[in-house]
């Protein structure tokens, strides 16, 4: 398997299950009357990360990561978003960007060092242990902690809601 394979396909799927997410999350508000903010601001617990930012830095995890694996800039989102539209559109955006993304150029990453912030140091792996030991599981993290945010406030969703789009053949 090829690291842009790896990259590349699970971003896409990733981030397009929780844009799915985002609209039960909006349709769930409706439904029940309340301010979809209500959701946006939600936690799991007092020191983790808000709905809106578990979202915000599951795009980055994917942006950031095939940015630093293909060695190009990445663009860089403000992270003002304070409504469900918007978050959508991070998405979109974020999607958009990877797209654009030389698959041959990630591929020729795995020997590579890359270096890349780690609070207030630096982190520095081969590229291919970046991508499968620092990228993909801080991906999955905060895309299923807004997965199990919504789900704790009542969000009707399940395990598949999750894995939309995963490319299964039911036999």
């Excluded at 799915?20 to 209500?38: G, H, R, T």
């Excluded at 409504?83 to 999607?95: G, N, V, Y």
Aim: proline share 5%; with cysteine.
């Amino acid at each position: 398997m090829s690291m842009s394979s790896a990259a590349l396909s699970t971003f896409e799927i990733t981030l397009n299950a929780v844009s799915k997410l985002l609209d039960k999350a909006e349709a769930f508000a409706a439904a029940k009357k309340i301010d979809p903010s209500v959701l946006l601001n939600a936690r799991l617990a007092p020191d983790m990360f808000a709905f809106t930012r578990q979202v915000q830095v599951a795009c980055d995890m994917a942006k950031f990561g095939v940015a630093r694996l293909a060695g190009i800039e990445s663009p860089k989102f403000e992270d003002t978003e304070t409504t469900i539209p918007q978050l959508k559109e991070r998405i979109a955006k974020t999607l958009a960007f990877i797209k654009t993304v030389d698959a041959k150029a990630i591929d020729a990453s795995a020997g590579r060092e890359i270096t890349f912030p780690l609070g207030p140091k630096r982190g520095q792996m081969t590229g291919a242990d970046y991508l499968n030991h620092f990228v993909l599981p801080n991906l999955y993290f905060h895309a299923t902690t807004a997965y199990a945010i919504l789900r704790h406030n009542g969000v009707e969703i399940g395990k598949q809601d999750f894995l939309a789009g995963i490319p299964l053949k039911v036999i």
